[in-house]
C-alpha cells in the first residue's frame, strides 16, 4: 500500500508534461495506491482559491479533475480523526 500526497495527485494531472517516474509507478500500482482524506481538502482549497481571485476557467477545470479523482480512489480515500493523530 502507498500513499499519496497532494503533490503527487497533482503531477499525475500534468499528463504527458508530468514527471516520468511518478507516472510509470502509477501505472505499476493503481490499486495500491491511497489517499489521505486531508487531500481532498487542499484540493478543494485550491478550487475555492480560484473561484475568490475570479479565475472560473481554471476553477471548473479544476473541479473536474477532482471530481475525477473522488471517483478514481472512491474506495481508497483513508479518514484521519484524532485517534490517528495521537498515534
Excluded at 485550491?46 to 473522488?70: C, K, P, S, Y
Aim: charge should be positive.
Amino acid at each position: 500500500m502507498y500513499l499519496l500526497d497532494t503533490n503527487v495527485i497533482s503531477e499525475i494531472r500534468r499528463g504527458r508534461k508530468a514527471n516520468h517516474g511518478v507516472l510509470r509507478f502509477m501505472d505499476q500500482a493503481p490499486n495500491s495506491a491511497y489517499i489521505p482524506v486531508q487531500v481532498l481538502g487542499e484540493m478543494r482549497q485550491g478550487i475555492e482559491n480560484l473561484q475568490h481571485r475570479g479565475d472560473l476557467t481554471q476553477a471548473r477545470r479544476l473541479e473536474e479533475w477532482f471530481q475525477a479523482v473522488q471517483r478514481e480512489f472512491s474506495q481508497r480515500i483513508l479518514e484521519f480523526d484524532a485517534s490517528c493523530a495521537l498515534r
